[in-house]
C-alpha cells in the first residue's frame, strides 16, 4: 500500500472509532468551488494593498465606497459558486453520525448550502450586510448601491469579522469546548495564520485528541505525535475518506473473532 493511502486508512480508522469529531475548516476547502484563499497563489484575496484597504475597520472606512463595493463582489461571487466535493463529503460526514460539530473561518456559506447544519461560523458571514449604526440588515442580493443606511444614513458594512474586532463569543466559546473534548479533529484547507482560530487544533493535540490534516501543503505547521497528514486537495480527498470512515463496520470484520482464512 502507497504511504499516501496507508495515511487515508489510517485517518478513516481514528474517524471510525471517535466519538466526538470536530471538523475544521479554512478558504482552501472552498478553492475547488473557484473562491480564491487568502494567503495562497498568484490570485490570494489578501495582498498587501487589500489588506491595507479591505481587512480592517480603519481601512474599510477610509476606502469607501470601494471596500463597500469589494465585499458585495465577494458576497455575490459566494451566491454564484457551488459547494464541491469537500463541502459534500464534510455534509454527509455530519449527517451519517452523532458527534460531529462543524467550525469554519469561512465566510461563504458553501458548508450549509452543501446541507451541514449548525455550522459554527468563527469569523460571520457573507449572507447579509447591516447597518453599523442601527443594526438594519439587508442580504447582500438587495443591497442598496451605497454604503448608506436607508434607515437612518449610517455605514453599511459586511457581518464579517475584520482585523482588530472580536469574534462572536458564543461560537468561540462552542468551537473551544468542541476542541477540547474532540476524540478527533480534522482539520481542512487552513495556513492556520489567524488567532484565535489557530489554537483550535493544538488545544485538541494538548487535550489528547488526534488531528487530522488535509492540505496539499505544510504551511499550517502542524506536524508530530497525534497528527496525520493527508497531503492532497481537499475535494479530492474528503469523498473517499468519509466513504470509508462512515462504511457500517462488518460483523466479521478483522478482530471480530472470525477464524484466519
Ligand atoms: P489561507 O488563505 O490563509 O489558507 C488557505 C489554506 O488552504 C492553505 O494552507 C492552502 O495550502 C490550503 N489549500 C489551498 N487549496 C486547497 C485545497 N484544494 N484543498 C485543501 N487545502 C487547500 O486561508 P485561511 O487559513 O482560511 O479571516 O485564513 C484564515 C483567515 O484569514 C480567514 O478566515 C480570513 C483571513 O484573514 C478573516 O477575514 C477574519
Redesign the pocket.
Known sequence: MGEDLRQLSVAADLLRSARSIVVF?????S??SGIP?????SD???SAQNMERF?NPSGYARNLPESYEWYRARALTALDVQPNA?HRAIAALTTARRGVTLVT???DSLHQRAGSADVIE???NLRECRCEACGWRVPWASAPGRPSCPECTGTLRPD????DEMLPAEALEAAFAAARTADVMMV???????AP??ELPRLALRAGGRVIV????E??GLTGPGVVRLP??????LPPLVASATLAPSAEGPGAGSPAS
Open positions: 475548516t479554512g478558504a482552501g476547502v478553492a475547488e484563499t487568502y494567503r495562497s497563489g490570494g484575496l489578501w481587512a469537500a473561518q469561512n465566510i468563527l469569523h460571520g464579517v469579522v475584520m482585523f481542512v484547507g487552513t495556513s492556520l495564520q489567524v482560530a489557530s488535509v492540505n496539499p501543503d504551511q499550517d492532497g486537495k481537499a475535494g479530492q480527498v
